[in-house]
Antibody, heavy 120, light 106 residues
Framework: EVLLLESGGSFVQPGGSLRLSCAASGFAFSSYAMSWVRQAPGKGLEWVSV????????YYADSVRGRFTISRDNSKNTVHLQMNSLRAEDAAVYYCAKRGDGYNRPLEYWGQGTLVTVSS | DIQLTQSPSFLSASVGDRVTITCRAS??????LAWYQQEPGKAPKLLID???TLQSGVPSRFSGSGSGTEFTLTISSLQPEDFATYYCQHLYTYPRTFGPGTKVDL
């Protein structure tokens, strides 16, 4: 069974930093790209970032590029999202998701999310 | 970046109704489109891949169609558990934008 468990969500002031983690199990972790998707309170889904299985290929949404860094540790089956220079508009539930096998594949499995609150 | 629009943004329906949601892309994405269902307070769930491929375990009352820039998600006979918000997402390139969502309510 595929399981994705996010952690690290917390309250932070604008300009602060936070590191989210996602622990994965139930599949060959290093073979799959992993993504982060966020959802602000009462709003729709926003794709944030993706990292390939090897970690060599990474993409970001324009809204977070230069402030967020995605990484993975295949020895620990974990993907991270380092978030710096946080803004009020970054407040959201952050979901970790496993992409299917291949570039044009959807997000097949999702974690339950971790809440990030940004406020002064 | 590829933009997606969905219509309607809100849909009021009854159990047993046939429901159709449309997703339009700002450029040709061939058939690289997915549909997700999100119930309140829960993570999204993948329903349909490649515009029309139903995921394992998803009821057959759900179907997807379309190619190019226009796609549809149809629920043939709405059930109580189908009242949720539905999102399309393109799978053509990165960034992988989502549509704004369609809330299906009673």
């Amino acid at each position: 069974e595929v399981l994705l468990l996010e952690s690290g969500g917390s309250f932070v002031q604008p300009g602060g930093s936070l590191r989210l983690s996602c622990a994965a199990s139930g599949f060959a972790f290093s073979s799959y790209a992993m993504s982060w998707v966020r959802q602000a309170p009462g709003k729709g889904l926003e794709w944030v970032s993706v990292i390939s299985g090897s970690g060599r290929s990474i993409y970001y949404a324009d809204s977070v590029r230069g402030r967020f860094t995605i990484s993975r540790d295949n020895s620990k089956n974990t993907v991270h999202l380092q978030m710096n220079s946080l803004r009020a508009e970054d407040a959201a539930v952050y979901y970790c998701a496993k992409r299917g096998d291949g570039y044009n594949r959807p997000l097949e499995y999702w974690g339950q999310g971790t809440l990030v609150t940004v406020s002064s | 970046d590829i933009q997606l629009t969905q219509s309607p943004s809100f849909l009021s329906a009854s159990v047993g109704d046939r429901v159709t949601i449309t997703c339009r892309a700002s450029q040709d994405i061939i058939s690289f489109l997915a549909w997700y269902q999100q119930e309140p307070g829960k993570a999204p769930k993948l329903l349909i891949d490649a515009a029309s491929t139903l995921q394992s375990g998803v009821p057959s009352r759900f179907s997807g169609s379309g190619s190019g820039t226009e796609f549809t998600l149809t629920i043939s006979s709405l059930q109580p558990e189908d009242f949720a918000t539905y999102y399309c997402q393109h799978l053509y390139t990165y960034p992988r934008t989502f549509g704004p969502g369609t809330k299906v309510d009673l």
